[in-house]
């Protein structure tokens, strides 16, 4: 990329420099936008959920697994486990 001396440039071709640098950016935001839709619109076709099941689903909290929980549900069963969550057994 080639280097420009911002000090040698006129208060006019500085203006003219930077309608071309806002032009250039929001042409190539709309591309790279158009781009991800397309993207987007891929997986959705290839997946059985519909873009707005996609949209609307939110992250939930996940329950991490440490050993000791592990030998917890082998000895009590994995209800009793649940139940001292305060989780509905199956």
């Known amino acids: 990329m080639n280097d420009i001396n911002l000090e040698n440039l006129s208060v006019s071709e500085l203006d003219n420099l ?3 640098i806002d032009y250039a950016l929001n042409n ?3 591309s790279e936008l158009i781009k991800t839709r397309q ?3 891929e997986l959705i076709e290839k997946s059985s959920f519909s873009l707005q099941e996609v949209l609307n689903v939110r992250p939930t ?5 440490n050993t000791e929980t592990l030998k917890t549900q082998k000895e009590l069963g994995p209800d009793a486990v649940d139940a001292q969550r305060g989780l509905k057994s199956h």
């Open 18 to 20: 930077k309608s071309n």
């Open 28 to 30: 190539r935001r709309h």
């Open 39 to 41: 993207k987007i619109e």
């Open 61 to 65: 909290k996940r329950l991490s697994l």
